[in-house]
């Protein structure tokens, strides 16, 4: 007779926990679609890609310097003592290396404005997601690009990008 009660006892409770998981609601969203419809996005690129062209500027110039002053070393060589041509020589190469030194550092610069200027938004998508999260019961919410690879099969049930953007204002 304990030995009966005891199983309905671990019965119930297995039944109890069950029920608990299924309980748990699962949800998705395409985190990248999202970020591209929030209009600071498009705002950030713009920001981003006039940045990027005054950094290619920049260097295009240096480039353009290295250019001339190559080309006015090479006229001037036959008449140049040894000592004016090691001293030109010199005055290119550390010129060059500086222009690599700034196409590298361009580059940095260039993924530090771009993590600048994004952070700020992926928050307030994240937020917004978490606030719909809360608001809708959800006990997960995974991301479904297709650029993160975290979700292999989704059904449209548990879409949640309607209501994040309705929470962002983005309107279709």
Known sequence: MKK??????????MMMSFSAQAQQKIGHINADELLQAMPETKVAQQQLEAYGKQLEKD?????MELDAKYKKYLQDEAVLTQLAKETKQKELQQLQARIQEYGQQAQQDLQ?????????????????????AKEKGYTYILDSSQSKA????????????????????IVE
Do not use: C, S
């Open 150 to 169: 975290v979700v292999i099969f989704q059904t449209d049930a548990h879409d949640i990008m309607a209501l994040v953007k309705k929470k962002l204002g």
């Open 59 to 63: 260097l295009g110039e240096m480039e």
């Open 4 to 13: 009966q009660i005891a199983l309905v006892v671990l019965l119930v409770g």
């Open 112 to 132: 530090n404005k771009q993590v600048e200027l994004l952070t700020p938004i992926i928050e307030k998508a994240t937020n917004a997601v978490q606030e719909v």
